[in-house]
C-alpha cells in the first residue's frame, strides 16, 4: 500500500486499522453494543457465553456492551486533554522561541521545576487538594503534559526562527502573533502531528492508570480504566473480567503507537523527541 | 578539578530543585477552597471549632511562615499529622518506605543486569533475531498499562500454575525468604515495565558509538565485531547507559504506585492513593515530598555517575 508515492509500512498499516475500527466502535457503540450499557443481563461475572460474549462484569452487565461504550469515555477524555496538551505546549514554546531571551528564560525555568517531578505524583497532589471530576482531571493533565511538549515545540520553533524568512517577516515589522501563525506554525506541523500521537498515547494510558487508582472517571460514566478497577476482584475468583478491558487499553495504544513510529520514521525529528518511557 | 565543581554545582542543583519542589507542593495545598481546618471538620463546624483548630493547627500564621515551619519539621523528621487518624505520618510512612525500596531493589536487581546485557547482546547482533525480538518487546511494554502487566502475570503464575501468591501481603517479622516470594510477582512486573527502554536505549549508546573512526580502525586491525564492542565500544558509552540505568530506577520509584495497588503491597504508592481519596493533605504532602527526593536524588546521581564516566569531565575538561 502506498500513501503520496510512499510505500506504507506493514506495521503502520496494523495501526490503521486498530486506530479505524477503534473509531467505528465509538461513533456507532448504540448500533455495535448487542446490549444497553446499564443493563444486567446474567450473573456476577459470568463466564463468556452465547449471550454474553465477553461474559459480564461486577454487577451483571453486559462485558462486550461496556467495553463498547466505554471506549466513548476513554478515547474521547484522552483526545480533549491532549488537545488542551499541545495547545498549551506548544502556544508557549512556540512563544518562548519567538519573542525575547527574558520571556524563555521565565517560561524554562518553570518548565524545568514541573519536569523534575514525576507527572502522577503532581497529579495526585492536585486531585487531593481539587477532589477529583472530569474538568479537573482533564486541565491538570493538559498543564503538567505540556511541559513536555514545550521542550519539543521550542526546539523546533528555535530551529525555524533563525531561518532567513523569518528575519524578513521580522524586518517588516510583523507581530509576534504573525511570525508565530504564519511562519513558524505551519513549518512545525509534521513534527507535532507526530508528538500529538505520542502524547495520545501517554495521556491515554495516564487516565486509564488514574481510572484504575479510583481517581480518575467516576461512575456511572463507564470507562476502560474504572472498569478494570471495579472488576479487578474477579482475578481472585479465576475470573478473566479485568483483562478484557485492560487489553482494550493495550491495543488502542500500540496501534497508535504504530503509526506514530511510522510518522517519525518520515519526519526526522529533532533531538529532544523520544518515544521512550515517560515519566 | 573541573569535575569536583561539576559534582558540587550539580548537587547544588539537586538541592535547589528540590527546595522549588517542595515550595510547589506547599502552595498547593493553599489552592483549597476555604483551609485545611473547614475541610477537616466540613461545613456543620461552628465558627468556635474552627477557630479553636486553626488555631491548634498553626493556620492563623502568614503562608510563609507555615512553609517556613513544615520545611523544618520535615528537616528534622517530623512529617506533620496524618488528618484521618491522628498519628505522626512519619512512623507509619517509613516502614513503608522500606517497603517500596525493598520492592523497587529486588526489581532493578533483575532489571538492571537483564537490560544492559540483552542491549549489549543486541548492539553486537544489530537486526538479528534478539535485536528484533527486543524492539517489538519494547513497543510492547511501552503500550500496556502496568496494571495489564499485572493481572497477565497473576493468571498465568497465581492462578494459573499457582506457583507465586496473587498478593504481595508482607507483614513485621516476617523472613527474607518469605517476603521475597511475597514480592516476586510485582517485582517481575516492575521488571517487564522498565527493562526495554534500557535495553534500548544500552543499544542505542553503543551503537552510537560504533560509528566512530576509530572503531573503524579496530575492525581494520581485524578484531572480532564481540572484542570491537566490549573493549572499544562500551567504555565509551558507558556514560549514557548509565544515565539511562539511573532515570529508569526513578521511574520504578515512582511506577511502583500502580504495581503496590495491585498486589495491595504497603508501601508508599498505596499509602499515597489512599490518603488522596480520602483527602488527607498532610499525608499526600509527605509522600509526594518523599517521591520527589527520591526521584530527583537519583536524576541528580545520574548527571553525577555519567560524568564521572566520562573521560574527558574526569581529567579537567579540556575541551
Known amino acids: ?279 | 578539578m573541573a569535575i569536583l565543581r561539576f559534582i558540587v554545582f550539580r548537587a547544588a542543583l539537586g538541592v535547589l530543585t528540590l527546595f522549588a519542589v517542595s515550595l510547589l507542593l506547599f502552595l498547593g495545598t493553599q489552592l483549597l477552597p476555604g483551609d485545611v481546618a473547614s475541610a477537616l471538620l466540613g461545613q456543620s463546624a461552628t465558627p468556635e471549632a474552627l477557630a479553636v483548630l486553626r488555631a491548634k493547627l498553626g493556620l492563623n500564621d502568614p503562608a510563609y511562615l507555615r512553609y517556613l515551619h513544615w520545611l523544618f519539621g520535615v528537616l528534622h523528621g517530623n512529617l506533620g499529622t496524618s488528618l484521618t487518624t491522628g498519628t505522626p505520618i512519619a512512623s507509619v510512612l517509613l516502614p513503608r518506605l522500606a517497603n517500596t525500596l525493598f520492592l523497587a531493589g529486588y526489581a532493578a536487581i533483575i532489571a538492571v543486569p537483564l537490560a544492559v546485557g540483552l542491549g549489549i547482546l543486541s548492539a553486537i547482533r544489530e537486526g538479528g533475531i534478539l535485536d528484533r525480538t527486543a524492539s517489538i518487546l519494547s513497543l510492547a511494554t511501552i503500550s500496556f498499562p502496568e496494571f495489564f502487566v499485572s493481572y497477565i502475570l497473576i493468571v498465568i503464575f497465581a492462578s494459573g500454575f499457582g506457583w507465586l501468591p496473587s498478593l504481595a501481603t508482607v507483614y513485621d517479622g516476617m523472613g527474607f525468604w518469605s517476603r521475597l516470594d511475597a514480592t516476586t510477582l510485582p517485582a517481575i512486573t516492575l521488571t517487564l515495565v522498565v527493562v526495554a527502554h534500557m535495553l534500548r536505549m544500552t543499544r542505542t549508546s553503543t551503537l552510537a558509538v560504533m560509528s566512530s573512526p576509530y572503531i573503524e580502525t579496530a575492525f581494520l586491525k581485524g578484531m572480532s565485531r564481540t572484542r570491537v564492542v566490549l573493549g572499544h565500544a562500551l567504555p565509551n558509552a558507558l556514560g549514557p547507559i548509565i544515565n539511562v540505568v539511573a532515570i529508569n530506577l526513578a521511574y520504578l520509584v515512582v511506577g511502583v504506585v500502580v504495581v503496590e495497588v495491585v498486589f495491595v503491597y504497603p508501601g508508599v504508592g498505596q499509602f499515597m492513593v489512599d490518603a488522596v481519596s480520602k483527602r488527607d493533605l498532610p499525608t499526600v504532602q509527605a509522600c509526594g515530598l518523599i517521591f520527589a527526593t527520591v526521584f530527583i536524588g537519583l536524576n541528580t546521581l545520574a548527571d553525577i555517575l555519567a560524568a564521572l564516566a566520562n573521560p574527558r569531565l574526569r581529567s579537567g575538561l579540556r575541551q
Open chain 1, 1 to 279: 500500500m502506498t500513501i503520496a508515492g510512499r510505500r506504507v509500512p506493514f506495521t503502520a498499516c496494523i495501526g490503521g486499522v486498530i486506530v479505524l475500527l477503534t473509531v467505528v466502535m465509538i461513533l456507532f457503540a448504540p448500533w455495535i453494543a448487542p446490549y444497553q450499557q446499564t443493563k444486567i443481563v446474567g450473573g456476577v461475572w459470568d463466564p463468556p457465553n452465547a449471550h454474553t460474549w465477553l461474559g459480564t462484569d461486577s454487577i451483571g452487565r453486559d462485558m462486550l456492551s461496556r467495553l463498547i461504550y466505554g471506549g466513548r469515555t476513554s478515547v474521547s477524555i484522552a483526545l480533549i486533554a491532549t488537545f488542551f496538551t499541545m495547545v498549551i505546549g506548544v502556544g508557549l514554546g512556540f512563544l518562548a522561541a519567538s519573542t525575547n531571551k527574558v520571556v524563555d528564560n521565565i517560561l524554562s525555568r518553570i518548565v524545568d521545576i514541573l519536569l523534575a517531578m514525576p507527572i502522577l505524583i503532581f497529579g495526585l497532589m492536585v486531585f487531593a487538594v481539587l477532589g477529583t471530576s472530569i474538568p479537573i482531571m482533564i486541565a491538570t493533565i493538559s498543564i503538567l503534559e505540556s511541559t513536555r511538549v514545550f521542550r519539543l515545540a521550542r526546539a523546533v520553533a528555535m530551529s525555524i526562527t533563525v531561518m532567513d524568512y523569518v528575519q524578513v517577516a521580522r524586518l517588516r515589522g510583523e507581530g509576534v502573533g504573525w511570525i508565530i501563525l504564519r511562519e513558524v506554525l505551519p513549518n512545525a506541523v509534521p513534527p507535532l502531528v507526530a508528538e500529538f500521537g505520542l502524547r495520545f498515547c501517554f495521556t491515554f494510558l495516564f487516565i486509564a492508570s488514574l481510572s484504575f487508582l479510583g481517581l480518575g472517571i467516576q461512575p456511572p460514566a463507564a470507562d476502560w480504566g474504572s472498569m478494570v478497577h471495579d472488576n479487578a476482584q474477579a482475578i481472585s475468583f479465576g475470573g478473566y473480567a479485568p483483562l478484557y478491558p485492560a487489553a482494550a487499553i493495550a491495543i488502542v495504544t500500540i496501534g497508535v503507537n504504530l503509526i506514530v513510529d511510522w510518522l517519525l520514521s518520515i519526519h526526522a525529528m529533532p533531538a529532544g523527541a523520544s518515544a521512550g518511557a515517560e515519566v
